[in-house]
């Protein structure tokens, strides 16, 4: 498959997609039809299967996904904890529901939020824990120590076997970065009706049937009903679903790509003491390492036209943020100081990642000198 890249580097990541795709998407937009309507119909039934859930609905971000978790449990105000280790998405969502944010620390080897650290109040109302890095959180031990809302950001888990079986809601991102990239776009699954139907309503300003609904009948039916006044405009389109459905089409095999790559770094990596190889992950949404003098390699592997990244630089560190740190969080603000993400993706040639492994090599061989 060939591509172009705009900046003339190895990306960090890059989305892909497949010729078939591009025809169904040249359909689509041909077909008159780019809202909500029957390809995004589609991918939401093909979805909620391939993940093992009743429902799926299909959102225009994850971060809308996250905002309506929220909203359809009619949480307002009181504490959301989450994990600093991650995009601004899991924090912010609490604010636009007025309620207060805390961070929790995160385990060492996962990267994922630690049941352990969890201090839960009379005032905590739900607990956003993310998938980090497509590996699994705990989710099971925190729900020993809190029995309210867990809602699983699962963005980098599509698809690790698992994935959406034990929070009471699971959110999907489909970001242009992410493993299985639309070019934005996010999805909720459920097993509960009630709050099927209702997340139903919210995607669309609280509107009770859509406009693709009301236009299947024998006849277009212009008259609607609005049913209430939580919602938000964040309904798929068919424009997003038709690549959706390529991408999850060929997902297992881009994934076990991704997984080559991986361990093509493992393997070149295993026996260097300056670089803790991360623990597996079924997606590998990023290869995220521990290494020695992270900046001065970063800046080195710019210098040789290869993208790197920190997955994450935790919100903890950010201006805006540091008033969610209301309990130590150690672990989090030692480890993300060795962070380093390596380029992953379908683009990726294995000529690539030997050169960028070669180059790894070359800088820690120059310090030893």
Known sequence: MGYVNIIPMIPVLRPTIDARTKKELLKVLDSGWWGFGPKTQEFERKFAKYVGAKYCVGMNSGTSALDLCLKVYNIKGGELITTAMTFVSDAIVGEWNNMDVTFADIDPKTLCLDPKTLVITPKTKAVITVDSHGRLADIKGIRKRFKGLIIEDAAHAMYTPGAGKDADITIWSFQAVKSMPMWDGGAITTNDEAVYKKLRTLTWLGVEKSTYDRAIGKKYTWDYDITQSQGIKAYMTDVQAVVGLGQLRRLEKTNARRRKIQSMYNQAFKNMPQIKIPMHSHTVQYYTMECENRNELSEFLADHDIVTSVHFKPLSEMTYWKK???????????????????????????????????KVKEFYEKRTK
């Open 324 to 358: 969610a740190v209301k309990r130590p969080i150690p672990v989090t603000n030692e480890v993300w100081l060795k962070l380093l993400t390596l380029p992953v993706h379908n683009a990726l040639t294995n000529k690539e990642v030997k050169f960028i492994v070669k």
